[in-house]
């Protein structure tokens, strides 16, 4: 049973453009999502994160939104840049045990 | 400060066998989240050890299990090795293993079952 879906596994997207990806979620327990980074050969890095008490968070060229009703968040990129290609997970938590359930992943490649 | 390291970077294993993989954390970081990456599946939790206790454990089986020692630096062990263990083992760490946000990775080592 996957509590955190993330459809997509690869999206490819011009340079210069937006890119946005998405994530669900099935657990309404879950309080808290967070959006990491990968490289090849190096572990994630933390990227950005949401609480549910807020529908949008953003940080420089990365943006987060969160729609609780319909279990759905979302990772806008603007502009895209070569050096965002990477694959970027989606991961809940919910406060009550500070587990983090991982989502699939999704390969952003960025073409010049 | 150092990041999170992780010995070895890649390994070469049989079915039935076992192996034992370390992660040393950030100085300073009490907890070590564990955690296998396999194609299409994301990543799946392990356990995490904080101040030598595990804390939390995923839904694993008895075969895969942890250690953590009084200096934070943590093993996990993966006895009668199966075709099915290959994988990417990450090992997170951070201060008290509650602020994800802080949750650091290390580079992962790849286990090759044969």
């Known amino acids: 049973d996957q509590q955190v879906k993330q459809n997509s596994p690869s999206l490819s997207v011009q340079e210069g453009r937006i890119s946005i990806l998405n994530c669900d979620y099935t657990?309404?327990?879950?309080?808290?999502f967070l959006w990491y980074k990968k490289y090849p050969a190096e572990g994630p890095t933390f990227l950005i994160s949401?609480?549910?008490i807020k529908d949008k968070n953003e940080d420089g060229r990365f943006t987060v939104f969160l729609n609780k009703s319909a279990k759905h968040l979302s990772l806008h990129i603007v502009p895209s840049q070569p050096g965002d290609s990477a694959v970027y997970f989606c991961a809940a938590s919910a406060r009550s045990n500070y587990q983090l359930i991982w989502g699939a992943g999704t390969k952003l490649i960025i073409k010049p | 400060k150092a990041g999170v390291t992780q010995t070895p970077r890649y390994l070469i294993k049989t079915r039935g066998q076992q192996v034992t993989l370390s992660c040393s954390p950030i100085s300073g970081h009490r907890s070590v989240s564990w955690y296998q990456q396999t194609p299409g599946q994301g990543l799946q939790f392990l356990f995490e050890y904080f101040s030598e206790t595990q804390r939390n454990k995923g839904n694993f089986p008895g075969r895969f299990s942890g250690r953590q020692f009084s200096n934070s630096r943590s093993e996990m062990n993966v006895s009668t090795l199966e075709l099915g263990d290959s994988a990417l083992y990450l090992c997170?760490?951070?201060?008290?293993?509650?602020?994800?946000?802080?949750?650091?990775f290390g580079p992962g080592t790849r286990l090759t079952v044969l």
């Open positions: 657990n309404s327990m879950f309080d808290y």
């Open positions: 997170a760490s951070s201060a008290t293993g509650t602020e994800y946000n802080e949750q650091f």
């Open positions: 949401i609480s549910s």
